[in-house]
C-alpha cells in the first residue's frame, strides 16, 4: 500500500539525494534475511536436542534408511501438540524448536533436519533449509505444504509418486485455496500445482517393493486446496510396514508406528516423497 509523507516542508537537494540514498539501501536490506534468525527452544528441547544429536553421531555409518529409522525411532512416545510454530501474517516468524511434543510436520522437519548436522548449528541450518523456501525465516517463506518439499528449493525430497505404478493419478490443486471459499492461510498465496497420488486400493506388494525405509508419505486430501492431510515416514520392520507418525488420535496422541495397510484403508491415497539425503 502507497504511503504518504506526513511533512509539507522542502527538503533541500542534497539532503533529499542523502535521504533518497539511505531509503535505497534500505530497500536494498529490507528483504528477509536467513542470518540469524531469532530461535525458539526450551531448555527441555534443548536437552532433547543434545541426546538425539549423540544418537546421530554414533551412526555415521550407518545407510540412509538405517539413519531415518533410528532417528524417527528415538521420537516415539513423544506426546503429540499442534500449532508450535510461532509466525503468521502479522505476527514475526521465529524458528521454533519444540522437541517436547510434535504435529506430523514439525516432526517430519526434525527428522529431515537431524540427518543433516552433526551439531547444535548444523541442526539449525539443516532445520531452515527443510522448513523454509531460500533459507528465509519468515511465515511467507515457510513450506506450509508437503510437496512444497519436492518443487520448491532448497529441494528436501523428490516426488516419487508417479513412478510407483499404473494406478497413479495426477489433479490439479489449487493450493491454499478452500472448496467453500477463501483461504486456510492468510497473506500466502494461491499456488497451482499438479499433485499426484496412488489410490490406497492400488497400494500392492509390487507397490511396497518400491517403498524404502525413510520415505515420507503423506495422506492424500480430496480437498482442493490442500495436498495431503497427514505426513509420516515409511519404515520397514520385521512385524511389516509401518506409518510412523505423530497421531492426533485420541487413543495415540503421540508418535506411534501405524500398520501400513490398515492405516491406507482410511485414506483415499499416499503421496511419496523421497529424502535427497
Not at 142 to 150: N, V
Not at 199 to 227: C, E, F, H, I, Q
Request: negative net charge.
Amino acid at each position: 500500500m502507497p504511503v504518504r509523507s506526513q511533512s509539507a516542508r522542502p527538503v533541500p537537494r542534497a539532503l533529499g539525494l542523502l535521504a533518497a540514498l539511505a531509503l535505497l539501501a534500505g530497500l536494498v536490506t529490507a528483504p528477509p534475511s536467513s542470518a540469524d534468525p531469532e530461535v525458539s527452544i526450551s531448555a527441555q528441547s534443548e536437552r532433547i536436542l543434545t541426546g538425539l544429536l549423540s544418537t546421530r553421531n554414533q551412526m555415521q555409518a550407518q545407510s540412509v534408511s538405517a539413519r531415518a529409522a533410528l532417528l524417527s525411532a528415538d521420537f516415539l512416545g513423544t506426546p503429540y501438540g499442534a500449532n508450535t510454530l510461532i509466525g503468521s501474517a502479522t505476527q514475526p516468524e521465529q524458528l521454533v524448536v519444540e522437541l517436547g511434543r510434535v504435529d506430523c510436520f514439525t516432526f517430519a522437519d526434525y527428522v529431515e533436519a537431524l540427518k543433516r548436522g552433526g551439531d547444535r548449528e548444523e541442526f539449525l541450518d539443516g532445520l531452515v533449509d527443510v522448513r523454509y523456501r531460500d533459507g528465509v525465516v519468515d511465515f511467507a517463506h515457510r513450506k506450509h505444504f508437503f510437496t512444497d518439499w519436492a518443487a520448491v528449493g532448497p529441494a528436501v525430497a523428490t516426488d516419487v509418486t508417479p513412478s510407483l505404478g499404473d494406478g497413479v493419478v495426477a489433479v490439479t490443486k489449487k493450493l491454499n485455496q478452500k472448496d467453500s471459499g477463501g483461504t486456510y492461510l492468510d497473506g500466502i498465496p494461491v499456488v497451482t500445482r499438479q499433485v499426484s497420488y496412488l489410490p490406497s486400493n492400488a497400494v500392492d506388494a509390487a507397490v511396497l517393493g518400491k517403498l524404502r525405509t525413510g520415505d515420507y508419505l503423506g495422506a492424500y486430501a480430496t480437498d482442493g486446496g490442500l495436498d495431503v492431510t497427514h505426513v509420516g515416514v515409511y519404515i520397514d520392520t520385521p512385524d511389516g510396514p509401518m506409518f510412523r507418525n505423530a497421531s492426533s488420535l485420541s487413543g495415540d496422541r503421540q508418535v506411534v508406528d501405524t500398520p501400513l495397510t490398515g492405516y491406507l484403508a482410511t485414506v483415499p491415497g499416499i503421496v511419496v516423497l523421497r529424502p535427497v539425503m
